[in-house]
């Protein structure tokens, strides 16, 4: 599975901001996506995540409320939806996927997006 990770760029706090992953490859739609994140001087964290057919999700609760994820298997794009941006949430943004649900590794990674959170 290859990813294609998108979105990224400089917002405010309070921004809204969406990032976008495009899996491709071999059975991409079976597979559980997810969007991990790393700050500067932090190590690297799931941020969420959600199942092959959209129905169970995850979120770090640092961005419960504020992050949705969701996935369109017709096209192979999982979002992540990120509103009132903090400026903890600055980091760069990898997407990854899985082909296991829950699951706590992640076989393949797609290259980072940075986001940059200036208040």
């Known amino acids: 599975v290859q990813l294609q990770a998108s979105g990224g760029g400089l917002v405010q706090v309070g921004d809204s901001l969406s990032l976008s992953c495009a899996a491709s490859g071999h059975s991409a739609s079976s597979y559980a996506l997810g969007w991990f994140r790393q700050g500067p001087g932090k190590e690297r964290e799931l941020v969420a995540a959600?199942?092959?057919?959209?129905?169970?999700?995850y979120y770090a609760d640092s961005v419960k409320g504020r992050f949705f994820i969701s996935r369109d298997n017709a096209k192979n794009i999982v979002t992540l939806q990120m509103n009132s941006l903090k400026p903890e949430d600055a980091a760069v943004y990898y997407c990854?996927?899985?082909?296991?649900?829950?699951?706590?590794?992640?076989?393949?990674w797609g290259q980072g997006t940075l986001v940059t959170v200036s208040s």
């Open positions: 959600i199942r092959w057919n959209g129905v169970r999700t």
């Open positions: 990854a996927a899985s082909q296991h649900w829950p699951t706590a590794s992640f076989d393949y």
